[in-house]
């Protein structure tokens, strides 16, 4: 086979260093405009959620219309500097909503916003991959731009590297924190003490690298900060870097850290100061609680080899076959470079491939794991898969008799490409879309010429779902009042509690019937009849949830649903989320179910014209989709866009709607139908859209 030399340049007509990066931040942004599915609530509850509340405070109608703030915050086990962050984002882009007098898009922008600032951090990323694989195989050279191109083919970088996830600023910060690291210290180059060296010709050399070295230790320490765990990387490099730098450098490696990490762990004991309200340090309780306590077990265990079988093949997906022998090839090759530059590039690849294998280790130790706790190792194996990919894709690029591996080629990015799409537009993506059907309901309701009775119009909204199903409110915006099952884990429990202990989510899927006549107003006696945007009427009562104007569920719950609620509530809205989960309660549509007889009958006439359109379409052979049919599969597939009849039909049903008047009988209990309840309705059979 030809050999394919990843380290000699070859001299291209390439971009300037600018445009890469230019191109790289287009890229990412239209990636993430493109996700529109749900991977994990720590996408919002770790740093969108207190973000919200540090941008607009907590005065905004209670805890049900502010931000959600889960059990970590409260017991102080996240930095404040990830929500920081978020919350500038969210200053600055309300001050140009209000300046440019544009209230109708604020929603939009807010909810865009951090998408956007996470696009240019995944960018950088991207950016600083592509830089430390030039400096390891070269300018220009077919490895380092192999290196690029996996890391933008990657589904995994698509399908998350956008998310405003802690792991993917730490991914970032640890990629650009290897880049400024002092490798050339690593082959016996002289930098030391500037005092040392001053007068001497290696003294601008020296400042430039005890400024990378300032820089790369500020950014672990951040990194370090936001996710405990990252210090298992920078352990690991210091120890190794240790046993071949001189004295001299030693001395200085161990000044700048305490230098740099003095530096931010004070500005993070302020910034927490202030965000708390006491002193605090979130790193050791981080630890104490996961570690000493195990609340990490709560939220399941995996085998040991969870990394190895499952971790590294969900990050890598069709690079595995190529990383997996880049990492053995690197850790068992025996090195004879001959020269400074080739010395430093093979230890750099040697140090690279040891977090690789070291980091997942140590944390195979701990029963909870998810792939993300490895993500920050992502650039390094697209670096040391590299190699591989030049070998054995380059002779198809060039050689006119390697047509399987053409076709290798081709196959693989379509597979990339399919996975890509399907992750991150289709699979779970119903609750993104519900929380837009909720926002166009607010923005409907809240119209002020339909707000004829005077009081403040609001809708209320409750989602009987696993916790943490859907965003809250960085993605519902609007002070709508809503509320969802919690599952806070044991804190501070025994060992026999802790076995026993089941959260309310738990409780209501061990016996929906039971949860709801003991946590909801009125139990199940006492339905309401009319939405509170109707009658007005908002009960309270303390310790107890309050039956909403919508209610939220995965399709697996209809069937109970109908024997518990039916006579008041109906199907109002659908929407498909995904065919298969690994949660059984999270299979399935999503579906709304309303008081609203008037959003009911709506509902119900749309799927009986969508219905008959598809029937009509699929007699006539060879017909193409109408305009009514297209708009049907738009509206439930991306209800969260706003689409110009959308709007319309929102408010000829509420115009319908405030033409009834509030009356004394919203809230009473239902009565058989003999002694003149209502009658029963029937329980259609679940009815498909067109194009599912």
Request: hydrophobic share 45%.
């Amino acid at each position: 086979m030809p050999h394919a030399n990843t380290s000699t340049p070859r001299r291209v007509a390439s971009a300037p260093t600018v445009h890469i990066l230019l191109y790289l931040i287009a890229f990412r942004l239209a990636n993430a405009l493109a996700v529109r599915t749900f991977f994990q609530p720590d996408e919002f509850f770790q740093s969108l959620e207190p973000a919200w509340q540090i941008a607009f405070g907590t005065n905004q109608g209670g805890k049900e219309q502010g931000a959600w703030l889960t059990w970590e915050w409260e017991h102080r086990l996240r930095s404040s500097l990830h929500p920081l962050l978020f919350a500038a984002i969210y200053k600055a882009t309300d001050s140009i909503a209000s300046v440019l007098c544009i209230p109708s898009t604020r929603a939009e922008l807010l909810i865009a916003a951090p998408k956007f600032a996470q696009a240019v951090l995944s960018a950088l990323g991207d950016f600083y991959t592509w830089r430390l694989a030039s400096r390891i195989y070269g300018e220009d050279s077919r490895g380092a731009w192999a290196a690029l191109i996996a890391t933008i083919l990657n589904p995994w970088q698509w399908f998350c590297s956008t998310r405003t996830l802690s792991n993917c600023l730490e991914t970032t910060l640890t990629i650009v924190a290897l880049d400024q690291w002092p490798w050339q210290w690593l082959a016996g180059l002289p930098a030391g003490d500037n005092r040392k060296y001053a007068g001497e010709r290696v003294k601008a050399q020296d400042r430039q690298v005890l400024l990378n070295l300032r820089q790369c230790l500020s950014l672990a320490a951040v990194a370090c900060i936001l996710r405990p765990t990252n210090i298992i990387i920078w352990m690991t490099l210091a120890g190794l870097a240790w046993l071949r730098i001189s004295s001299v450098q030693r001395t200085i490696l161990v000044r700048e850290i305490l230098l740099c990490g003095s530096a931010i762990l004070g500005a993070s004991a302020v910034a927490d100061r202030l965000f708390y309200g006491i002193w605090t340090f979130p790193p050791l309780r981080f630890l104490y609680f996961n570690i000493a306590q195990s609340l990490a077990v709560f939220y399941g265990r995996n085998n040991w080899h969870y990394y190895m079988t499952e971790g590294y093949p969900l990050l890598l997906t069709t690079l595995l076959p190529f990383a997996v022998p880049g990492l053995y090839l690197t850790l068992t090759t025996r090195f004879s470079a001959s020269s400074a530059s080739e010395r430093i590039r093979a230890v750099t690849r040697l140090h690279l491939a040891t977090i690789c294998i070291l980091m997942p280790f140590i944390l195979s130790l701990i029963s909870h794991k998810e792939v993300r706790f490895i993500y920050p190792l992502l650039p390094s194996l697209h670096i040391l898969a590299a190699p591989r990919l030049v070998q054995f894709f380059w002779p198809a690029l060039t050689f006119s008799s390697q047509t399987p591996r053409r076709l290798a080629l081709i196959f693989l990015i379509l597979v990339n490409g399919v996975i890509a799409i399907y992750t991150s537009v289709y699979h779970a993506s119903g609750p993104l879309k519900v929380l837009g059907y909720l926002r166009g309901q607010y923005e409907a309701h809240s119209e002020p010429d339909l707000n004829v009775f005077g009081h403040d119009t609001t809708i209320t909204a409750g989602f009987l779902m696993p916790c943490h199903s859907t965003p809250w409110r960085s993605h519902m915006v609007h002070p709508i009042n809503a509320w969802a099952l919690s599952c806070e884990p044991p804190v501070d429990l025994s060992d026999t509690q802790k076995a026993i202990y089941r959260d309310e989510a738990d409780q209501f899927y061990d016996d929906p019937a039971h949860f709801l006549q003991k946590n909801m107003a009125g139990g199940l006696r006492y339905l309401p009849r009319q939405p509170s945007y109707i009658s007005g009427f908002q009960p309270r009562s303390p310790g107890l949830h309050q039956w909403p104007d919508y209610l939220i569920f995965f399709a697996q719950l209809e069937p109970t649903m109908h024997s518990l609620v039916r006579g008041s509530y109906a199907e109002c809205w659908r929407t498909w989320s995904t065919s298969w989960h690994d949660d059984w309660r999270r299979r399935g549509d999503i579906v709304v179910w309303c008081l609203d007889p008037a959003e009911q009958d709506a509902w119900r006439s749309q799927k009986e014209a969508s219905h008959e359109q598809s029937h009509w379409l699929a007699s006539v052979p060879g017909s193409l989709p109408s305009f009514s049919s297209l708009r049907t599969f738009f509206e439930s597939h991306f209800s969260s866009t706003r689409w110009p009849w959308s709007k319309r039909s929102r408010l000829e049903t509420l115009l319908s709607n405030f033409r009834q008047s509030p009356s004394w009988h919203d809230w009473i209990p239902h009565r058989p139908e003999w002694l003149g309840g209502p009658s029963k309705r029937t329980v259609d059979k679940r009815e498909h859209g067109l194009w599912e």
